[in-house]
């Protein structure tokens, strides 16, 4: 299954359209750097090719007519070859495919019958653009047979062997130089492209954790309540004592509503550090992002390694969305009865504000969070667009996270 044709069934799956915009395209660029250097150096490599193929028409010393029209050939084959290598090349009807290979190969050994061996090197285009464009057998087959071709030119002019074994292997080269970098190309521009929509898929799966959590949470609690408070009215007018019982469960139970609201916003249940890390190396590692990973984090009580977990989980969802990372540092060690975490990236947008007014506080509620357990989170960013996150705890804090310290914050949060 050909780069692209990947892509395409990625896209039927997720549900979403090839042609829907990346999340990687917000600082305005039609694509990320990577893909623009690697597409790029593919174009540098075909002009180069243009460059050489010209200097050997010039170094046969014909006459002006005669050069103007091998330039006009060479131009006309170059236009082709670009065509040929663009990224949605393969989706042409057969009928297209058919001209336009047609047009390469008359363009290509015609001028033989004027240029002789000298034109040979234009053949190179001809089986790169077959490996590009036709099914693997029969494209395969045709490169063969254009390289093998290239062995009759120096022979009719009277060469030696080796000029012509010479002008089949450069033949050879060139058409797999050519299609190496065009799939490489589209190869880079489908990664980012699937990094984006892990972006995306890490949104929609939070979402749903929130709404499932929600629904088990609170919809007991919820039924309860409008049980109690329609027998509460009930027994207003005769049984105030007993509806004063019921007023107590019911404030009983909105408290309780209240603290599973605080836990399902913050994400902050029962979470443990050490798994949180193995499913951001995993997840990092499929956004083709270069991880290490350094785990040391001893025994911690289980507020610690929850709230460490999330500051972990923010900042690799930061990381997704808002850097073009493609290196990271995970390090979680314990050392004179304190837990460090570090997460460090590269890839960051100096000018790069969210100014969405469902953005949130993000960062800011996880480090009221670690005040809570006597810690302290810090982030900085460094030479090279690196960001840096520190985050740093007692394993076994001696104050418990008070409902009260947790309330402004959960409720932006949930907000």
């Known amino acids: 299954m050909s780069v692209q044709h990947a892509s395409d069934q990625w896209d039927a799956e997720a549900g979403s359209s090839p042609e829907q915009p990346s999340d990687l395209t917000y600082l305005g660029h039609p694509e990320p750097p990577a893909p623009r250097l690697a597409r790029a150096i593919l174009l540098a490599a075909l002009g180069s090719f243009l460059v050489i193929s010209m200097l050997n028409v010039f170094a046969q010393e014909m006459s002006l007519g005669m050069t103007a029209v091998a330039l006009s050939c060479l131009s006309a084959i170059f236009v082709l070859q670009l065509r040929h290598s663009r990224p949605d090349a393969h989706r042409a009807s057969r009928r297209q495919k058919v001209v336009t290979l047609g047009a390469q190969a008359l363009l290509t050994y015609l001028p033989i019958l004027v240029f002789r061996a000298q034109w040979g090197g234009m053949a190179g285009f001809l089986a790169g653009s077959l490996l590009l464009l036709l099914p693997a057998w029969t494209a395969w087959a045709s490169y063969a047979a254009v390289g093998l071709s290239m062995l009759v030119p120096p022979l009719l002019d ?35 492209e699937t990094r984006g929509r892990l972006a995306r898929m890490a949104v929609t799966k939070e979402r749903l954790r929130f709404a499932r959590d929600l629904h088990d949470l609170l919809g007991y609690s919820l039924s309860a309540i409008t049980l109690k408070s329609e027998l509460i009215h009930r027994l207003l007018p ?21 603290a599973d609201v605080r836990t399902v916003a913050s994400g902050l249940r029962d979470m443990s550090l050490a798994e949180e890390v193995n499913s951001a190396e995993g997840l990092l590692v499929a956004a083709d992002v270069d991880i290490r990973v350094t785990l040391q984090q001893g025994t911690m009580s289980q507020q610690v390694s929850t709230v460490l977990a999330a500051v972990l989980r923010e900042a690799v969802t930061n990381l997704l969305r808002h850097s073009k990372a493609d290196s990271c540092v995970i390090a979680a060690v314990q050392q004179g009865g304190r837990v460090r975490l570090l997460v460090e990236n590269n890839g960051v947008q100096p000018d790069y504000r969210d100014l969405s007014v469902h953005s949130g506080s993000g960062l800011g509620n996880l480090a009221s969070r670690m005040r809570e357990i006597d810690g302290e989170l810090h982030t900085d960013r460094g030479p090279d667009d690196t960001f840096r996150l520190v985050a740093e705890a007692p394993a076994f804090p001696e104050r418990q996270p008070g409902a009260d310290t947790v309330a402004p914050a959960a409720r932006e949060a949930a907000a």
Do not use: M
């Open 158 to 192: 009277g060469r030696s062997l080796l000029d012509s074994f010479y002008l089949c292997q450069s033949t050879l080269l060139t058409g797999v130089v050519v299609f190496g970098l065009t799939r490489l190309a589209d190869l880079v521009h489908v990664l980012h």
């Open 238 to 258: 005769g049984n105030s004592q007993r509806a004063l019982t019921e007023v107590r469960e019911v404030l009983a139970i909105s408290r309780q509503s209240l």
